[in-house]
T-cell receptor, first 115, second 114 residues
Framework: GNSVTQMEGPVTLSEEAFLTINCTYT??????LFWYVQYPGEGLQLLLK?????DKGSNKGFEATYRKETTSFHLEKGSVQVSDSAVYFC??????????????FGTGTRLQVTL | NAGVMQNPRHLVRRRGQEARLRCSPM?????VYWYRQLPEEGLKFMVY????????ESGMPKERFSAEFPKEGPSILRIQQVVRGDSAAYFC????????????FGPGTRLTVT
């Protein structure tokens, strides 16, 4: 079945540092890939997405590129802010019948940005 | 345009009681998904519903859990005879269509079983 593996946290960075959160996946066919962010006490918000190989999703300074050859979708940001402190989830949606509706999530990576 | 609404936000139940969680999808959305997030874990898919139909319940526990999405009113996730292991955050998401359409998440209901 489909699965998502992302790096364990917590990740602690100083403000303006470079961020990378690794995400790899296992899926048949051509899944769509997503990054969601969860702020404390809130639900998930879609951060960015990519629907086919070599697509780059970007939003609010965050980027991730869909790499089919390495089955990866790593999240990056050049300069993090304290307000980026949250839990980040990598997710996929399958392309096959029966998997195309539900999202499969990684376990989440907590990011803590300090001044 | 209101987003996905869930209530209650926090629910405390004693072991053996019933828990009812409600989800009102975004306006114009007729597809609802329920996910469960156990402490320190990612979200796990439970069930996918359209109005009056359960499309995919492959993630639902076989016993005590049920879900519905009636023609009128919110979607309901019902947990009978709750146990401590049911303590989790339950998130609802909605979309305008199934498959490749984006899912919008509600703020979640945090269920605590004492």
């Amino acid at each position: 079945g489909n699965s998502v593996t992302q790096m364990e946290g917590p990740v602690t960075l100083s403000e303006e540092a470079f961020l990378t959160i690794n995400c790899t996946y296992t899926a048949t066919g051509y899944p769509s890939l997503f990054w969601y962010v969860q702020y404390p006490g809130e639900g998930l918000q879609l951060l960015l997405k990519a629907t086919k190989a070599d697509d780059k999703g970007s939003n609010k300074g965050f980027e991730a590129t869909y790499r089919k050859e390495t089955t990866s979708f790593h999240l990056e940001k050049g300069s993090v802010q304290v307000s980026d402190s949250a839990v980040y989830f990598c997710a996929l949606r399958g392309s096959n019948t029966g998997t195309a509706s539900k999202l499969t999530f990684g376990t989440g990576t907590r990011l803590q940005v300090t001044l | 345009n209101a987003g996905v609404m869930q209530n209650p936000r926090h629910l405390v139940r004693r072991r053996g009681q019933e828990a009812r969680l409600r989800c009102s999808p975004m306006k114009g959305h007729s597809h609802v998904y329920w996910y469960r997030q156990l402490p320190e874990e990612g979200l796990k898919f439970m069930v996918y519903l359209q109005k009056e139909n359960i499309i995919d319940e492959s993630g639902m526990p076989k016993e005590r859990f049920s879900a519905e999405f009636p023609k009128e009113g919110p979607s309901i996730l019902r947990i009978q005879q709750v146990v401590r292991g049911d303590s989790a955050a339950y998130f609802c998401a909605s979309s305008s269509r199934g498959d490749s359409y984006e899912q919008y998440f509600g703020p979640g209901t945090r269920l605590t079983v004492t």
